[in-house]
């Protein structure tokens, strides 16, 4: 899967506010795009609603041409499995290891426990936490919490990567490597959404960007053909 | 569920995705679940052994109710609701002329007749009274005649040959034992609904206890369960560690019920045992067949899945994210 089709999506919340107005975008299989804006703009609820967290009040969201709110409970489970996903507020069981945290979508999609431990470790390794694999959540700093997040996103090797401020909590050199992490995701066919206010570190890196504005798609930054690659 | 039907079916999937777990995975679901089932459940052993404790006794009560109705059914059917008429008479009077005026009735089968000398020797010998007895100068035992009628007599026969046994000098007592009979009879009939209500009521009892300690447990996972929403656990999966937590509550529930019966049961045997020994009657131990004890666990574990079930209906909008 990789192919993301936004139709004229409209999120209205109960209070009548609306977070997306007509939003229509399209993401190619295997491409990179930064989501930016101001704070408010809509940037969690469009990831949200790309995670099925939520419904559009209208219009329609495909992947690989199929509709999401076609989904029932068990399509939807199997489309997450497939989906890497870093919350902004980080979404970790605070009970559990670091280690089980990242383990998490290997046992959900049932993997053996020999191959568990091989490819949390290798993902820990990747976010330079491999040393802290048994420690709480609680006992991390914010920027180490958010790269547990990271791991967890990744260890699945996922068609499709989707990120809420990923380096909102890392400083500059940390977060060109995450940046670049998810860059290597995309180069091996990966779909990457990122959503990020960090221009400066964005502007850098010769991907699209999209910059939301209360709600609405207001520029579509695609990158200069031919130029360098970032990494 | 969800997993293994796919693994089964050979449609072409609707969804473009793949959607085949990991081979295997939905039997590794389950010992990772029963696995970490056991930790909660050794990790919060209070909570558990009361739980246990609740749904131990929801079941002991009417089981021990049951126990004791099949045992009056057992005793009543071992007598072949056969009514029988005895005769006690005064101290020193004989039963020989009664005995034999009796054979000559219409309706009798056999009578048999117990002496002075011969009752006292088998009251000593039941209640290892006997050295007691042996201090008394007077036998105070009555002689006594039973009167089992032929198959078939009717309570009017039995009557008639009470009334002529009343109308003997010697006579002290006539006991109609179908008195007796329709009693152990009735008081069977009133145990087993006693025993259904009962049962019913207790099990409504034990489905409760699980359910409410499965909600805790819920209560105290949510957060849990959403993130594996969100890494795409199924609807089965984040359903199966509180089925298998109600199984193990229930099937815990069963072995204490289970306990506290036979505890119950080896108090009050010696006790029972005497008492119908009286009566001449052998006393079998109350049937705590395997049978039995099977029924008891599964009863349990079922009642426990059940009150599982009910917490997650119950719970499932707190964990629907979509
Ligand atoms: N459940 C809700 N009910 C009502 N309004 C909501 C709800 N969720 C979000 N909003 C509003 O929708 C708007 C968009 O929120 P969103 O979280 O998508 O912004 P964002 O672009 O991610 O901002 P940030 O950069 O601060 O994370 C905000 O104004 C927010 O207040
Ligand atoms: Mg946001």
């Known amino acids: 899967m990789g192919q993301i089709e936004f139709h004229g999506v409209v999120k209205r919340f109960d209070n009548g506010f609306e977070a997306l107005r007509n939003v229509s975008l399209s993401f190619e299989e295997g491409s990179m795009t930064f989501l930016t804006g101001h704070s408010g703009a809509g940037k969690t ?16 969201i495909t992947v690989n041409g199929v509709d999401l709110g ?20 980080h979404h970790l069981l605070t009970a559990r290891s670091v280690f089980e945290n990242v383990a998490l979508p290997l046992r ?80 091996v066919g990966a779909t990457v959404i990122v959503a990020s206010h960090d221009l400066q570190l964005i502007g850098g ?18 990158p200069t053909p031919g130029s360098a690659h970032h990494g | 569920m969800a997993e293994r039907g796919r693994r089964a079916g050979s449609k ?86 009664l005995a034999a005026e009796l054979r000559e009735q219409f309706g009798v089968e056999r009578v048999e007749v117990t ?11 039941q209640a290892q009274l006997a050295d007691a007895l042996g201090i008394l100068e007077v036998n105070p035992l009555p002689a006594s005649l039973r009167v089992v009628p032929v198959a078939g007599a009717g309570p009017a026969d039995l009557e008639r040959l009470a009334e002529l046994a009343r109308r003997h000098p010697g006579a002290a007592e006539v006991v109609v034992e179908r008195t007796w009979l329709e009693r152990v009879t009735a008081a069977s009939v ?53 089925l298998y937590l109600g199984m193990l509550y229930g099937l815990g529930g069963g072995v204490l019920a289970a306990m506290l019966l036979s505890v119950g049961l080896t108090v009050v045997e010696a006790p029972l045992a005497g008492l119908l020994g009286s009566f001449e009657v052998e006393f ?30 119950q719970r499932r909008a707190s964990l629907d994210i979509l």
């Open chain 2, 12 to 97: 072409a999937p609707k969804e473009p995705w793949p959607k085949a777990s990991v081979p295997g995975s939905w039997r590794r679901d389950h010992v990772r679940v029963a696995h970490d089932s056991f930790r909660h459940v050794s990790r919060r052993f209070g909570t558990t052994l009361l739980a246990w404790l609740l749904v131990g006794i929801a079941l002991a009560l009417p089981a021990a109710l049951y126990l004791v109705q099949s045992g009056l059914a057992e005793l009543t059917g071992r007598w072949d609701h056969r009514p029988g008429l005895s005769v006690y008479f005064e101290p020193g009077m004989g039963p020989d002329t």
């Open chain 2, 115 to 125: 002496t002075q000398e011969e009752a006292l020797a088998e009251f000593g010998a």
């Open chain 1, 108 to 187: 959900v999609a049932g993997m053996r426990e020999r191959d568990v431990g091989r490819r949390v470790r290798a993902a820990l390794t990747r976010v330079g936490l491999l040393e802290r694999e048994s420690m709480l959540p609680t006992q991390l700093s914010t920027g180490e919490q958010q790269r547990v997040g990271i791991a967890r996103a990744v260890v699945i090797r996922p068609r499709v990567l989707i990120a809420d401020e990923p380096t909102g909590n890392l400083d500059p050199d940390l977060s060109r490597d995450i940046m670049a992490l998810f860059g290597q995701f995309n180069q």
């Open chain 1, 205 to 222: 890196l010769n991907q699209r960007i999209v910059e939301l504005s209360h709600g609405a798609v207001v520029r579509d930054i695609r």
């Open chain 1, 45 to 60: 609820t469009f990831l949200k609603l790309l995670l099925c967290l939520d419904r559009p009040s209208r219009g329609r």
């Open chain 2, 284 to 313: 079998e131990p109350a049937a705590f067949s395997l049978r039995f004890l099977a029924i008891l666990l599964g009863a349990g574990t079922l009642l426990g899945v059940i009150g599982a079930v009910l917490a997650v209906r």
């Open chain 2, 190 to 242: 009133v145990a087993r609904r006693l025993g259904a209500i009962l049962g019913a009521l207790f099990a409504l009892g034990a489905v409760m206890v699980t359910a409410t300690s499965v909600r805790l447990a819920i209560e105290g996972r949510l957060e849990e369960l959403k993130v594996m929403k969100l890494v795409g656990a199924s609807d089965g999966q984040v359903r199966r560690p509180f």
């Open chain 1, 70 to 89: 076609s989904l029932k409970a068990r399509g939807l489970a199997f489309y997450r499995r497939g989906l890497g996903a870093v919350f902004q507020d």
